[in-house]
């Protein structure tokens, strides 16, 4: 038998090695450029696990219902892309919280609201490039699928082409759409924090409304407040292109609705970012 390895060694196997000692530089001022700001959220945000299979999982081609809003109908994956985009923006602060990160990010960058603000830009840009490509493809695909399936213009449906002004109107609106989710989804998880319920809490306002609406059939003065001032109801009616005088509010005031949604989602948030501890 070989002999026992001496307590030194012992020692010396359970000791993981050493690591490189960081090299600490000077303090931080207190302020921040916008700049660096931007580009810290970037490379969070590209780190993020997921970010690119939730980016993608947004372009989701219409399927083959029959409404007579064809433009509609095209991009009736916008409304399930809504919830990978709000799930990646919650994921991209509350990530932080849930491992700790978010205080070595307020210690290297104490502007609070340059933090916020920061990763609302640059969480906007890659949600508006991934929708305006959603939206694209899916105006292509209800081009090239819908008239097999009886939407013919010998039947009163022209094909769809981004060249329509109303049918731009609605391509463009779902993407800002998503844009808009996406600020609102961030507000809510940056009040929030946790994020499994950051998430709920935002698919719960999203897609709640709609079924209380139609429970509320029989009281339409109640499904028409809710269809005018809930935030999915208002804003996807920026893709309806007929009978508008029939919608409940006009595309771009629906659309104008869910702005404000952002907007007292984002501002308290920030509120609460200031006021409370990491």
């Excluded at 008239?147 to 022209?158: C, D, L, Q, S, V």
């Amino acid at each position: 038998m070989s002999p026992a390895p001496s307590a030194e060694l012992a020692g010396a196997r359970e000791v993981p090695p050493a690591q490189p000692a960081g090299r600490r530089g000077p303090l931080r001022p207190a302020w921040v450029s916008m700049r660096d700001a931007l580009h810290a959220e970037w490379t969070k945000l590209r780190t993020v696990p997921g970010t690119f299979w939730l980016l993608a999982a947004a372009r989701c081609p219409a399927g083959p219902a029959c409404p007579a809003d064809t433009a509609k109908l095209s991009l009736t994956g916008v409304g399930l892309g809504q919830a990978v985009i709000a799930v990646l923006a919650v994921l991209a602060i509350s990530s932080e919280y849930s491992t700790g990160m978010i205080r070595i990010t307020l210690t290297a960058m104490p502007r609070r609201t340059a933090v916020l603000a920061a990763k609302a830009i640059i969480l906007t840009g890659p949600v508006l490039a991934a929708g305006a490509i959603a939206a694209a493809g899916s105006v292509l695909a209800g081009r090239l699928i819908l008239p097999g399936h009886g939407f013919t213009a010998a039947r009163g449906f022209p094909p769809l082409s981004l060249g329509d002004g109303p049918v731009l109107r609605a391509a463009a609106g779902s993407a800002l759409y998503l844009a808009l989710i996406a600020l609102l989804s961030l507000g809510a998880a940056t009040i929030i924090r946790d994020p499994a319920a950051a998430t709920g809490a935002v698919l719960g306002l999203l897609y709640l409304p709609p079924i209380i609406a139609a429970v509320l059939a029989s009281n339409p003065h109640w499904q028409h407040r809710i269809e005018r001032y809930a935030p999915m109801n208002a804003g996807l009616t920026i893709q309806d292109t007929t009978n508008l005088h029939s919608l409940p509010i006009s595309p771009w005031a629906g659309l104008g609705v869910l702005a404000a949604w952002a907007a007292a989602a984002l501002l308290t948030g920030g509120l609460v970012l200031r006021l409370r501890d990491a």
